[in-house]
């Protein structure tokens, strides 16, 4: 096979103790509809695109269960709608409590700019960022498909571990150019910003979050006082 084993991915990830970006290849984007055809993953110097049709399931769930057992800060772009794919496809839970977002991260950093992956990688990270992104969409063009599932392998797979690369580029960027205090408000980054930083300690009541009518609110629901 052409495919690196499960086996020796394994292997790599226990000698290593590397930040991981993970990025999911779908159906589509219908939340109760599609699912994943594959994931990719970046750490290191290495990347993969594990396409569904070259495992099985049980091996890609086994390699995802050893990621996400191993403690390690796992890096997403929009980390909440990967979660929820990989939850429909594999049967696993990503642990949150792990998740960096750089969709937040980039937010953070600046709120005017466009917060698509291959517009941030163009941006940050080279200006030909996006030549995989236009390759993938005139061989769509080319099918009269917007399935990426049927573009061939021999590109897809390609793009696939370029997103899961940028990714993980763009974490180590722009989570250095956030000054402490923002650093502190990015806290946990799955599509939320808390206002505690990491590896604080968080107990009921400790915080609460006001959409500024709570008063108004309050005085016409007075049970929820």
């Known amino acids: 096979s052409t495919h690196p084993s499960i086996s020796s991915i394994k292997h790599e990830l226990t000698n290593t103790r590397s930040i ?50 191993s403690n390690r800060p796992l890096v997403f772009h ?69 399935k990426y599932e049927l573009v061939p392998a021999s590109l897809m797979d390609l793009y696939a571990k370029k997103d899961a690369e940028y990714t993980l580029m763009l974490y180590k960027l722009l989570y250095t150019k956030l000054s402490k205090k923002e650093q502190e408000w990015y806290g946990w980054s799955h599509r939320a910003i808390f206002g505690f930083s990491i590896g604080s300690e968080v107990k009921e009541g400790d915080c609460c979050a006001s959409s500024g009518y709570t008063e108004e609110y309050l005085k016409e629901h007075p049970e929820d006082d």
């Not at 993953?41 to 099985?56: G, M």
């Open 78 to 146: 929009n980390s909440k709608f990967d979660a929820h794919m990989i939850r429909r496809t594999y049967n696993i839970e990503v642990p949150f409590e792990n998740v960096h977002d750089t969709y937040t991260l980039a937010y953070l950093h600046n709120n005017e700019e466009n917060h698509k992956l291959k517009v941030l990688a163009c941006t940050y990270i080279s200006p030909d960022a996006d030549k995989y992104e236009k390759a993938l969409q005139a061989a769509m063009h080319e099918l009269r498909t917007t």
């Open 20 to 69: 991981i970006a993970i990025d999911t290849e779908t159906t589509g984007l219908a939340w109760t509809k599609d699912q994943a055809f594959g994931f990719s993953i970046a750490f290191d110097n290495s990347s993969y695109f594990l396409r569904n049709e070259y495992y099985s399931l049980e091996e890609l769930r086994s390699l995802l269960s050893l990621i996400f057992a």
